[in-house]
DNA sequence: GCTTGACCTAAACTTAGGTTCAGGAATTAC
DNA sequence: GTAATTCCTGAACCTAAGTTTAGGTCAAGC
C-alpha cells in the first residue's frame, strides 16, 4: 500500500471492484485524470473512489460512457467535488429512471393490448416506433428504432 | 412485386421496415429461414412477416436475439404458426417486461434511499450487485455486474 | 542489490447487432 | 434484347465497453 502521495491503481482497484484495466479505459474516455508520480505511475486521491462509484451507479441506471462523461462535466471544476456536489448530479438520476420506467410501463400496456390478438401487425399493434427517448434499451436496428442518420 | 410463390427480401424489407442486411442477418442467426426460387433469390410467405415483427417486439422489450431464437423455438414445427400460437408465446413478454420494470423500481427506491447523503459509498449504498436478472441492462464491467466467468 | 510483483503503453481481440463493400448472377422494365 | 434493378456471397468494418497480450519499467521485500 503506498502511504504517501495517493493510491496507487490497483489500490483503487481493489477498493471499487473495478479491474485496473478498466480504470486505465475510463481514463482514456476522459472520466477521471490522475496525477502521476515520479515513476509515472497513476496517483489517485480518495475522491476518485466517489467519481467512480458515481459511475458503476450511473452505468447500472443505464447511461453510456459518454452521457457519464456530460453529467461529470457539471460538477465543479478546480475543486474536490464534495457530497453535496454529488447529490445534486445523483438527483438527475431519479428523472431518468423515473422516463425509462415510464417508457416500459407504456410497452407494457401496448403489449397488454395486443396478446389477445396475437396479430403483431406492424400498423396495428402500435408496438413500433414507441419512444423517442432511452433508445438503445435494446439495440436493434437503427432504422426502426429511430436512430436514423 | 413478385406475384407468385412469395416475396422477395426486398419486398419483405417494405413490409416491416428492416434493412434486406438485418433480414440477411437474422437469417444467418437462424430466426428465419426461407425457401429458395430456380435462380437461388430467397422467397418469404406471408407468415415471415409476422415472425420479423415478433422479433422487432422482443428487441424492443429487451432480449437478445439467441433469446429471441428461444422463445422462438416454441412455435409448432412442420406448419404455420397461427394468430393464437403468437398470441401464446407473446405472452411470456409480460412476465420479462413485469420484471424489468420492477427492477428498476427497487433501483429507484435504493437511488432514493442515497441521493440525500451523497455518500456513493460502494459498502453503504446498496446500490451494487443489485439484481442478478436482467444484467445487462447497462452494459458495465463484468466484474461488478456479477458476470464474472 | 536483486528478484518479484505491480505498473506502463500500444495494439489486438471480444461480443452484439448489424452495415458496407466487392464482384458477380438473376430479374424486371422498357 | 438490353439496361437498370435487385439479389447473391463472403469478408471487412462499425460502436460500446472493456479485456488480453507483448514488451518493457518501477517499486518493494529481504
Same mark, same amino acid.
Given at each position: ?7 496507487? +491503481? ?13 480504470? %486505465? ?10 496525477? %502521476?508520480?515520479?515513476?509515472?505511475? /497513476? ?14 451507479? #450511473? $452505468? $447500472? +441506471? ?5 452521457? +457519464?462523461?456530460?453529467?461529470?462535466? $457539471?460538477?465543479?471544476?478546480? /475543486?474536490?467535488?464534495?457530497? #453535496? ?8 438520476? /431519479? ?12 410497452? %407494457? ?5 395486443? +396478446? ?17 427517448? #432511452? ?6 436496428? %437503427? ?5 436514423? /442518420?
Amino acid at each position: 500500500m503506498a502511504m504517501k502521495r495517493g493510491l496507487s +491503481i490497483g489500490d483503487l482497484a481493489s477498493r471499487t471492484g473495478l479491474s485496473v484495466s478498466a480504470i %486505465r479505459f475510463y481514463e482514456k474516455k476522459g472520466l477521471i485524470t490522475p496525477d %502521476r508520480n515520479d515513476g509515472n505511475q /497513476r496517483r489517485y486521491e480518495g475522491s476518485d473512489i466517489r467519481r467512480l462509484s458515481f459511475i458503476l451507479i #450511473a $452505468q $447500472q +441506471i443505464g447511461l453510456s460512457i459518454e452521457q +457519464i462523461k456530460d453529467v461529470m462535466a $457539471q460538477l465543479p471544476e478546480g /475543486r474536490t467535488p464534495t457530497k #453535496a456536489d454529488w447529490s445534486k448530479i445523483s438527483r438527475r438520476f /431519479r428523472k431518468t429512471l423515473d422516463e425509462r420506467i415510464a417508457m416500459m410501463e407504456r410497452m %407494457r400496456e401496448r403489449l397488454d393490448g395486443c +396478446i389477445g390478438c396475437g396479430c403483431l401487425s406492424l400498423k396495428a399493434c402500435s408496438l413500433y416506433n414507441p419512444d423517442d427517448k #432511452a433508445r438503445r434499451l435494446g439495440v436493434g436496428p %437503427r432504422f426502426v428504432i429511430g436512430d436514423a /442518420r
